[in-house]
């Protein structure tokens, strides 16, 4: 089946599931409306790192560093393929459970029809 683009669920942020902390390499995560901190320190309390980083400040390093460093034409489609490439792993996986849980429903739908044949 296939989605339109405009239907699809995009992530919130220019860097949504890319970003990685430097003491654990767990996910950096937004911790308010505008800040980024590492997920395992703030939920899981096992990594020492509490540093923040502001959203606008986090995209203008990278994005100065992407533009200033790797702007050669091969870089830049190596970085292009490679993101495209993450960004499709990260859907697959989500269909995946989306997959997954319509079964579920499917089968407690017929469950549940049968239960109401025996009830009436």
């Given at each position: ?38 997920t ?18 986090l ?22 393929e ?8 990260l ?27 025996l009830?009436?």
């Amino acid at each position: 089946m296939h989605v339109p683009a405009h239907q699809k669920r995009r992530p919130k942020s220019l860097f949504s599931y890319l970003i990685k902390c430097g003491c654990c390499e767990g996910g950096f995560s937004k911790i308010s409306t505008k800040r980024f901190g590492c997920t395992n320190a703030r939920h899981k309390g096992n990594c020492d790192n509490r540093l923040t980083i502001a959203q606008d400040k986090l995209e203008a390093t990278v994005l100065n560093a992407l533009q200033s460093q790797l702007l050669h034409p091969d870089l830049c489609q190596a970085f292009c393929e490679e993101y495209t490439k993450h960004l499709k792993k990260l859907s697959e996986h989500q269909s995946i459970g989306k997959d997954a849980a319509q079964t579920k429903l499917k089968k407690l739908a017929k469950f549940e029809a049968r239960v109401k044949l025996l009830v009436v």
